[in-house]
């Protein structure tokens, strides 16, 4: 690993100077996006989960000693010098209205000084690697935020955004999934839970709370603006009966390229390319009318790996990977998309699936790192914000998911959204 100590020397000075204070989530914002998202083409394979497992969600608890991980690769392979910063935002992925200094101790921004550089791959990169809170910046609220990569010092350069959580364990959420009913039980799953508020007072959890519930991690069909049914001393009674159920899905489908040696799971071969690496996938089916079956996977997440070479990090090849869905017509009133955590759980340009007349099949071809992949199809209507995979893969209240509970409280005289409770649980139980 290599190390700018150089920069740690000078950077103390170069924070004090005008930037000092940034209030409001840091002056230079107006460009950015509080999501996921990557700002260059170069930009690729970004990944945060926490510190002791890979397929965590980026939640933290304040005060634990917890620490997330965020990687990404430039493809240009090259050095630049890269710098980060954190924006706390509201509930609803607003920047909140106060002060940089307010919720975080140390630096207002430093620099990213770990690095290191592809070695004996045919695409070169560099792979960029921050672990956090540190010795450096501390946060101090808990909350959403938004951590900031960007070039050079200049924070109108962003590289990329991608969201995080802190939560305070001050309240204790009861999860229970359960069927869904009416016309929507063979497909749907209800989520309904209880708030137990005995250690921790809400004085009107009607207007100062707001609840969000997550799929698999998805916000786009994220369900929020629950109100309690029932109010029972300390218990809050979440047993709604319209507006808390998700589609149960499909199991994901899944392919392996841990090695480029030998043909693995759901790869058809390797394209010849003097220029790189490409590999055909095996055909896909439409699934809406299949059976349902348990299928063990990863819940839509995916793997860095290599078997070809010690270092999964630096060691892995970028490849050229080729989709085939084959359909007799075009689906109307929208886009088909590849979809999952590779996505960022969005519909996303460079994964939209093409059309082929001659082909009679939608392809798609993307540039992706070695690893083990889970994903869908979802298509996206016209003026739609709300990903549905149903379309292509069908709907099962079978289908095991991971769900996410969070929950957060604004008193009078409170300046942000304070997450107070969160839980994670995998339904159907």
Same mark, same amino acid.
């Given at each position: 690993? &290599?190390?700018?100590?150089?920069?740690?020397?000078?950077?103390?000075?170069?924070?004090?100077? /005008?930037?000092?204070?940034?209030?409001?989530?840091?002056?230079?914002?107006?460009?950015?996006?509080?999501?996921?998202?990557?700002? &260059?083409?170069?930009?690729?394979?970004?990944?945060?989960?926490?510190?002791?497992?890979?397929?965590? /969600?980026?939640?933290? +608890?304040?005060?634990?000693?917890?620490?997330?991980?965020?990687?990404?690769?430039?493809?240009?392979?090259?050095?630049?010098?890269?710098?980060?910063?954190?924006?706390?935002?509201?509930?609803?992925?607003?920047?909140?209205?106060?002060?940089?200094?307010?919720?975080?101790?140390?630096?207002?921004?430093?620099?990213?000084?770990?690095?290191?550089?592809?070695?004996?791959?045919?695409?070169?990169?560099?792979?960029?690697?921050?672990?956090?809170?540190?010795?450096?910046? +501390?946060?101090?609220?808990?909350?959403?935020?938004?951590?900031?990569?960007?070039? *050079?010092?200049? /924070?109108? !350069?962003?590289?990329?955004?991608?969201?995080?959580?802190?939560? @305070?364990?001050?309240?204790?959420?009861?999860?229970?999934?359960?069927? %869904?009913?009416?016309?929507?039980?063979?497909?749907?799953?209800?989520?309904?839970?209880?708030?137990?508020? !005995?250690?921790?007072?809400?004085?009107?959890?009607?207007?100062?709370? +707001?609840?969000?519930?997550?799929?698999?991690?998805?916000?786009?069909?994220?369900?929020?603006?629950?109100? /309690?049914?029932?109010?029972?001393?300390?218990?809050?009674?979440?047993?709604?009966?319209?507006?808390?159920?998700?589609?149960?899905?499909?199991?994901?489908?899944?392919? *392996?390229?841990?090695?480029?040696?030998?043909?693995?799971?759901?790869?058809?071969?390797?394209?010849?390319?003097?220029?790189?690496?490409?590999?055909?996938?095996?055909?896909?089916?439409?699934?809406?009318?299949?059976?349902?079956?348990?299928?063990?996977?990863?819940?839509?997440?995916?793997?860095?790996?290599?078997?070809?070479?010690?270092?999964?990090?630096?060691?892995?090849?970028?490849?050229?990977?080729?989709?085939?869905?084959?359909?007799?017509?075009?689906?109307?009133?929208?886009?088909?998309?590849?979809?999952?955590?590779?996505?960022?759980? +969005?519909?996303?340009?460079?994964?939209?699936?093409?059309?082929?007349?001659?082909? %009679?099949?939608?392809?798609?071809?993307?540039?992706?790192?070695?690893?083990?992949?889970?994903?869908?199809?979802?298509?996206?209507?016209?003026?739609?914000?709300?990903?549905?995979?149903?379309?292509?893969?069908? !709907?099962?209240? @079978?289908? %095991?998911?991971?769900?996410?509970?969070?929950?957060?409280?604004?008193?009078?005289?409170?300046?942000?959204?304070?997450?107070?409770?969160?839980?994670?649980?995998?339904?159907?139980?």
């Amino acid at each position: 690993m &290599r190390k700018g100590k150089l920069f740690k020397i000078i950077l103390p000075l170069l924070l004090w100077l /005008p930037f000092v204070g940034l209030a409001k989530g840091g002056d230079g914002d107006k460009d950015v996006v509080y999501t996921d998202h990557v700002y &260059r083409d170069n930009i690729k394979t970004v990944q945060l989960h926490q510190t002791s497992w890979m397929f965590s /969600p980026p939640v933290i +608890q304040l005060g634990a000693h917890q620490k997330l991980q965020l990687d990404f690769d430039d493809l240009d392979g090259d050095y630049k010098s890269y710098y980060y910063t954190f924006i706390h935002c509201d509930a609803n992925w607003q920047a909140s209205d106060i002060n940089s200094m307010d919720y975080m101790r140390g630096f207002d921004q430093d620099f990213l000084n770990t690095y290191d550089y592809a070695f004996n791959t045919s695409q070169k990169y560099t792979h960029y690697t921050l672990i956090f809170p540190n010795k450096d910046i +501390q946060l101090l609220l808990s909350g959403n935020y938004i951590v900031k990569i960007y070039l *050079d010092n200049h /924070p109108d !350069s962003v590289v990329l955004t991608k969201r995080f959580m802190i939560y @305070e364990d001050l309240v204790t959420i009861h999860p229970r999934e359960k069927e %869904a009913i009416g016309e929507d039980m063979y497909t749907k799953q209800e989520i309904n839970f209880s708030i137990n508020t !005995s250690r921790y007072h809400i004085l009107d959890p009607f207007h100062a709370m +707001q609840v969000f519930i997550s799929q698999d991690w998805r916000w786009d069909n994220a369900i929020n603006n629950l109100q /309690p049914q029932f109010v029972q001393d300390t218990a809050l009674q979440y047993f709604q009966d319209d507006g808390n159920s998700f589609d149960g899905g499909n199991y994901f489908r899944s392919f *392996d390229m841990t090695s480029l040696r030998y043909n693995t799971e759901h790869i058809e071969g390797m394209i010849p390319n003097p220029t790189g690496e490409e590999l055909q996938l095996k055909k896909d089916l439409p699934r809406t009318t299949e059976p349902y079956f348990t299928y063990q996977d990863i819940q839509g997440q995916y793997k860095i790996m290599t078997k070809d070479a010690d270092s999964s990090t630096i060691n892995s090849e970028y490849v050229w990977v080729h989709f085939f869905l084959p359909m007799d017509s075009t689906l109307k009133g929208g886009k088909l998309y590849i979809f999952g955590q590779l996505t960022d759980w +969005q519909c996303k340009p460079e994964f939209e699936m093409r059309y082929d007349d001659v082909l %009679a099949a939608y392809t798609a071809k993307v540039y992706l790192k070695q690893g083990y992949y889970d994903y869908e199809y979802a298509f996206l209507k016209n003026g739609s914000t709300v990903a549905d995979a149903t379309v292509i893969e069908g !709907s099962h209240m @079978e289908q %095991a998911n991971n769900y996410y509970i969070l929950v957060y409280n604004r008193e009078t005289g409170l300046y942000y959204d304070r997450l107070i409770g969160y839980v994670a649980f995998h339904g159907p139980q």
